[in-house]
Each structure stands twice: as structure tokens, then as C-alpha cells.
């Protein structure tokens, strides 16, 4: 099993660019989370998923979508991206109420 | 929603001795709380985690134990070594899983030789 696996590994875009943060887990898990990781911050629920076509808004949302057409696949898109948004951004997956596998990671920066 | 804090934000101790890492949380609703290490350029490994109904847990150096009155939840590790170091999140979950995880700000425990 690859396990959670994120694309790509590093991007910089300029401000105003829209983007999709690719992510993908062979486990069969029906939850998937979306984080950010800001220095001080911990990581902060960015929107999830218990199910394919389900999702709702984490802590964090504004300028994000998702959306589940598969169980296997959770994309995040950047709309319109700002500087705020120069992050490291890491996807999980899980079974219901089952321990989280977190994927490598995306370093985003923002010009 | 949930709030989780954590302290220290940084631990520095020598190799061998023993280090704790505690985190308090707000909702009472919480029954899961697990503990991830970070090591650098990575993302977050699972090391421990503890129910509700279970007051602490320990596998072979690490142990976790939770206090559900004073909704306060701690990390023990024992005897030191130098691949310890790294950064420690403590999280809790009041939804089961469906909503996801919220997370401490961390502590970078740093073995000293």
C-alpha cells in the first residue's frame, strides 16, 4: 500500500493563481481531512469528508473547495491564491473513528 | 468547537532521563486523543493514542494518560534517546472521526547527549 500520497511536493504560485493540492489514499478509508500547518500553529482542519460526495468546512475554509466524487481521491483547490495562504498542507485519511494516516506534505509559497 | 492546549512549547532534556509533554482540552464530548511525532519535512506519525473509557495506555517507552475530569491528557516517554527529537502534537476529537482532529501547537523535544 502507498498509503496517503500527495502531489506535488512544492509549488509557488503567484497571487491571484488558482491551483489544486492532489491527494489520494489506497486504504479505503471513508474519512478524508485536509490541514494546515502554519509555524506556532499546529495544524488546522482546513474541510473533510466522511464519504464520497460528502464534505464540510473545518476550522479554516475560507478560499478552499473540495470535493469527493471517489473514495480514493480528495482534492483541495485554491481559488484565487494570497500570500495568507503560503502554507504546508498535509491530507489524512482514516476509518470512522480510527487512527488518522497523514500524507508527506505540500509546501505552498505565495508570491 | 474544541480547544487543545499544550505545553511546553519546547522541552529540552538529557538522554536517558525522561520527558512529558501535557495538553488540556475543552469539550467534554472529546473521547479520542491521539499523539503524532513530526519529524522535519515530514508529516505527522501516529505514536499512541487513548480512548475515553481507558484512564492511560503504554507501549514499550511511550505512555499516555488521560484525566476525563480535569480534561487533561499527558505524554510520558522514558529513557531518552536521540531519535526522540522531533516535534510532538497532542490532538483531541469530539466527533468520532467525522470532524476531524484538533491540534495543540506542539512541543519540540530536544534529547540532549
Redo the contacts between chains.
Keep these: 500500500n502507498a498509503g496517503?500520497t500527495q502531489t506535488p511536493k512544492f509549488q509557488v504560485l503567484k497571487t491571484g493563481q488558482s491551483m489544486t493540492l492532489q491527494c489520494a489514499q489506497d486504504m479505503n478509508h471513508e474519512?478524508m481531512?485536509w490541514?494546515r500547518q502554519d509555524p506556532?500553529?499546529?495544524?488546522?482542519?482546513i474541510h473533510?469528508s466522511?464519504g464520497a460526495g460528502i464534505t464540510?468546512q473545518?476550522?479554516v475554509p475560507n478560499g478552499y473547495n473540495v470535493s469527493r466524487s471517489t473514495t480514493e481521491d480528495f482534492p483541495l483547490r485554491l481559488l484565487s491564491a494570497a500570500p495568507s495562504q503560503t502554507s504546508v498542507y498535509?491530507c489524512?485519511s482514516?476509518?470512522?473513528?480510527?487512527?488518522?494516516?497523514?500524507?508527506?506534505?505540500t509546501r505552498l509559497t505565495v508570491l | 468547537?474544541e480547544n487543545v492546549e499544550?505545553h511546553p512549547?519546547t522541552l529540552s532534556v538529557q538522554e536517558g532521563d525522561s520527558a512529558v509533554i501535557k495538553c488540556t482540552y475543552s469539550d467534554s464530548a472529546s473521547n479520542?486523543f491521539?499523539w503524532?511525532k513530526q519529524e522535519l519535512g515530514?508529516?505527522?506519525?501516529?505514536i499512541i493514542?487513548i480512548r475515553s473509557n481507558v484512564g492511560e495506555k503504554k507501549d514499550q517507552r511511550i505512555a499516555v494518560t488521560l484525566n476525563k475530569t480535569a480534561k487533561h491528557f499527558s505524554l510520558h516517554i522514558t529513557e531518552t534517546q536521540p531519535e526522540d527529537s522531533a516535534v510532538y502534537?497532542c490532538a483531541a476529537n469530539s466527533g468520532?472521526?467525522?470532524?476531524?482532529?484538533?491540534?495543540?501547537?506542539?512541543t519540540h523535544l530536544i534529547i540532549q547527549p
Aim: glycine share 24%; hydrophobic share 25%; charged share 15%.
Design positions: 496517503v474519512y481531512s490541514y506556532g500553529m499546529g495544524l488546522r482542519l473533510y466522511v464540510d473545518g476550522e498535509f489524512a482514516s476509518y470512522p473513528s480510527g487512527q488518522q494516516f497523514f500524507g508527506p506534505g | 468547537g499544550q512549547s479520542y491521539p503524532y515530514k508529516g505527522p506519525q501516529l493514542d502534537f468520532g472521526g467525522a470532524d476531524g482532529l484538533t491540534f495543540g501547537k506542539g
